[in-house]
Nanobody
Framework: QVQLVESGGGLVQPGGSLRLSCAASGSIFSIYAMGWYRQAPGKQRELVAAITSGGSTNYADSVKGRFTISRDNAKNTMYLQMNSPKPEDTAVYYC?????????????WGQGTQVTVSS
């Protein structure tokens, strides 16, 4: 089992910056990838950015060049640095961890943190 707790959401002005954090605990040795997803009202949940245990990253086209995903293995924490956010980035952001246990894949989710981009 893996527990994920997000923090850092809130109100940010367009063009500002915000950093989200996701603290992982539990069976963290089984995590092979983590990511940030978001869901805006009336829309499906979508991948924002992902990072593997080896450090490879992947971004949605809509956030490339503006958002940066990173992880601090010593702190068991993943981050999403959001620079120059736009109103369309407004959504609930969820932390995700993908694990493998006994040959089975499992996905864990945080409770979500609201990000609102508005002036």
């Amino acid at each position: 089992q893996v527990q994920l707790v997000e923090s850092g959401g809130g109100l940010v002005q367009p063009g500002g910056s915000l950093r989200l954090s996701c603290a992982a605990s539990g069976s963290i040795f089984s995590i092979y990838a983590m990511g940030w997803y978001r869901q805006a009202p009336g829309k499906q949940r979508e991948l924002v950015a992902a990072i593997t245990s080896g450090g490879s990253t992947n971004y949605a086209d809509s956030v490339k060049g503006r958002f940066t995903i990173s992880r601090d293995n010593a702190k068991n924490t993943m981050y999403l640095q959001m620079n120059s956010p736009k109103p369309e980035d407004t959504a609930v952001y969820y932390c995700n961890a993908e694990t493998v246990d006994g040959g089975w894949d499992f996905a864990y989710w945080g409770q979500g943190t609201q990000v609102t981009v508005s002036s």
